[in-house]
């Protein structure tokens, strides 16, 4: 049977983002995506989400128009035709708290664009879900934690537009409340809160509030390595007894040993190793237990699974990092960590803060704090056209073209920098 690609279509698309702080500055009114679905002369489309700032879209129609004609199955082949399109790969812009930009980062990152939709065409002509492909899955629902955000009712940028009803948050009572809402709509049974906003004692005081108002979740946080190595020795020496783990405390395989060396809270990572090429130093540094991946910039589904091989190896644990994504990314994030067994930690998702989507509703959703594995051929969701449409034409109008925390946080702030670490 023939099941060839016939044609891509890569449509940039923009979300509507509420005003969450980062160690960075805030995120913009909208977060940029993509979507991508690849046609088949088997009339069976493949769907994909991918970044959508302006290298990485001149990047993936590079490669689009060298796909026509590559068998769906011929992952390998997409891989050449990767490396061909991006030529002497030039490193992409840093799009994202997720570590420095690199070749390596941007051939894999391409190449995981494409790897889902033909992964999709790929479970759909047998009939059977992405996790299926991957090994077939050892939980039939992904456990995902509340991804707490100090943040602002208002965007600064557009203080017209109607908030979100999730209002401010920018004290221990309100970090509090969003945890409640959290844990009572969603079910979360861990609790992550975004740090390196507020001075670390404020943030220490926070976290020990959450313990007490909810003792048996699992707690972490993460600065996105705004702190220096004694402000984390720090924190760690108040947190160790409530810390699942500490995420990127520091910058750098260096500094986080250091910081490892001197604390029993495991030490976790979606900063300072983010390529296969990081993993030996830190390895031999002792510098993370758990790597936080992202098939989005790992290479793919089927990299990421490279990669807890490796975790296995050298004992270190997975679990996954996420950005600002729709639905499509939820199904194969949900699809991915089904088909893993090293994932082990409920993993990251923004989905809670999003209001817009392209994914038809009523297949994805958060019961008991996890994500029931799509049954439906392939990653199991479908595109709303008319949705995908609409965002398109927002990406239209809204004027951004790429990520830019500091630059919005000046909205607010004039002489915010965005330099790190900061504390
Ligand atoms: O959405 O502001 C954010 C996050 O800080 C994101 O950019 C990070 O990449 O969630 C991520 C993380 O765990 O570091
Ligand atoms: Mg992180």
Redesign the pocket.
């Known amino acids: 049977q023939q099941l060839r690609v016939t044609g891509v279509t890569v449509t940039p698309v923009a979300l509507r983002d509420p005003p969450?702080l980062?160690s960075a500055g805030v995120?913009q009114p909208y977060a940029l995506r993509c979507v991508l679905q690849v046609r088949t002369d088997a009339g069976i489309t493949g769907i994909g989400e991918a970044y959508g700032d302006g290298p990485t879209l001149q990047r993936l129609r590079s490669v689009a128009s060298l796909l026509p004609g590559l068998d769906v199955f011929d992952l390998n082949g997409l891989w050449q035709r990767v490396q061909v399109a991006l030529g002497q790969a030039v490193p992409g812009t840093p799009t994202?708290?997720?570590g420095a930009a690199n070749a390596a980062r941007t051939v894999a990152t391409t190449f995981a664009a494409f790897e889902v939709p033909l992964l999709d065409v790929q479970a759909k002509a047998v009939g059977r879900p992405v996790s299926d492909l991957l090994g077939g899955a050892v939980r039939d629902a992904v456990p995902y934690a509340a991804y707490l955000f100090y943040r602002w009712g208002r965007h600064p940028v557009d203080p017209g537009y109607p908030a979100d009803d999730w209002g401010e948050a920018l004290s221990v009572d309100g970090i509090l409340t969003q945890a409640r809402r959290m844990v009572d709509e969603y079910g979360f049974r861990s609790l992550k809160l975004?740090g390196g906003v507020f001075p670390p004692a404020q943030e220490v005081e926070a976290v020990m509030a959450l313990r007490e108002a909810f003792p048996d979740h699992p707690l972490r946080i993460?600065p996105?390595a705004n702190w220096v190595v004694p402000t984390a020795m720090m924190v760690a020496a108040k947190l160790h007894e409530v810390l699942e783990y500490l995420?990127?405390p520091v910058g750098g395989v260096y500094a986080m040993a250091e910081v490892a060396r001197c604390t029993p809270v495991p030490l976790a990572t979606?900063?300072c190793v983010t390529t296969f090429a990081e993993v030996p130093k830190a390895v031999a540094a002792g510098a993370v237990s758990i790597i936080?991946a992202d098939h989005h910039f790992w290479g793919g589904m089927r990299q990421t699974q490279v990669l807890a091989g490796l975790c296995r190896t050298f004992g270190l644990a997975l679990s996954m990092?996420?950005?600002?994504h729709m639905g499509i990314s939820l199904a194969a994030m949900t699809h991915l960590a089904a088909a893993t067994p090293e994932v082990s930690y409920a993993c990251?998702t923004?989905m809670p803060w999003q209001r817009e989507d392209v994914v038809e509703p009523g297949v994805l959703g958060f019961s008991d704090g996890a994500v029931r594995v799509p049954e439906g051929p392939g990653l199991g969701v479908s595109i709303d056209q008319d949705a995908l449409a609409r965002l398109h034409e927002q990406y239209q109008g809204c004027g951004i073209r790429r990520r830019d925390?500091v630059a919005a946080m000046r909205v607010a702030v004039p002489d915010w920098t965005g330099k790190r670490p900061r504390f």
């Open positions: 969450l980062n995120h994202e708290l997720a975004k993460d996105n995420e990127d979606n900063m936080l990092h996420s950005n600002t990251d923004h925390d």
